[in-house]
């Protein structure tokens, strides 16, 4: 069987400063996936550098990449991917236990707005709810960046602006810095900066000198 090469990704460079929310907007296809999974240490490109402070993640070795992936990176996906014969709380207790710098996790229930919902198991909670706890999982293990693809893709309106309200809460609050993967562009709106996506290159990068409040969103 013949084998095809997709170059998923070409000719992409970029920066993000400490603590700021981005915001990666681009159409099925385009790459945004496949971006966040190498900034993550998930994946790891053919070619190219990626640095994170001073460090070349691109070339650690696995057990370099497992503890900047353990102790840096908090991930959250569309779909929530929770434990669940774990309760909330359980969820989030997990995560943390395998890192080495865990935040205080009553703290970051209650940032996420869960701290009455902590002894439910996941079956009992509404989807946004289930996507808090995915949030406060990744929040809990004090990750230096959040990396979220498509939180909000599987809610509906208003609770996925109430969820951009909690990664934009965390942002300000645990000061970490936010990429956020969608293909709604008004979610852009939030953010400090906009990295446009297209064709696997970035089309544009946008600098937002005065993001709105996830509340003021429009879609
Ligand atoms: N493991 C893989 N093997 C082959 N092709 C891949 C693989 N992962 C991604 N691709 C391809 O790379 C390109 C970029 O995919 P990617 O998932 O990063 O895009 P995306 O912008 O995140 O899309 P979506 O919004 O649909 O998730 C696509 O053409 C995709 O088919």
């Known amino acids: 069987m013949g084998e095809v090469t997709v170059k998923a990704l070409e000719d992409v460079t970029f920066e993000v400063e400490k603590g700021e929310f981005i915001v990666i907007l681009g159409p099925s296809g385009s790459g945004k996936s496949t971006l966040l999974n190498i900034v993550g240490g998930m994946d790891n490109p053919s070619d190219g550098e990626v640095y994170f402070n001073n460090e070349l993640i691109t070339k650690m070795k696995d057990k370099e990449l497992t503890y900047y992936r353990r102790n840096k990176i908090g991930f959250v996906f569309q779909f929530y991917n929770l434990m669940a014969t774990l309760t909330a709380r ?55 960046i959040l990396l979220c693809d498509e939180p909000t893709g599987a809610l509906d309106f208003e609770t996925g602006i109430q969820i951009l309200k909690v990664l934009k809460d965390v942002n300000e609050k645990f000061g970490n810095t936010v990429m956020v993967i969608t293909h709604n562009a008004s979610i852009a709106d939030m953010a400090d900066k906009i990295i446009k996506m297209r064709s696997g290159k970035i089309a544009d990068i946008i600098i937002n000198e005065n993001p709105i409040s996830p509340e003021r969103i429009e879609w």
């Open 90 to 144: 359980e969820n989030v207790e997990l995560a943390a236990e395998l890192c080495e710098n865990a935040a205080d996790i009553d703290e970051v229930m209650e940032s996420v707005g869960l701290g009455d919902r902590a002894d439910h198991f996941p079956s009992q909670m509404s989807g946004g709810e289930q996507q808090r706890v995915a949030i406060a999982r990744a929040v809990a293990k004090n990750p230096q």
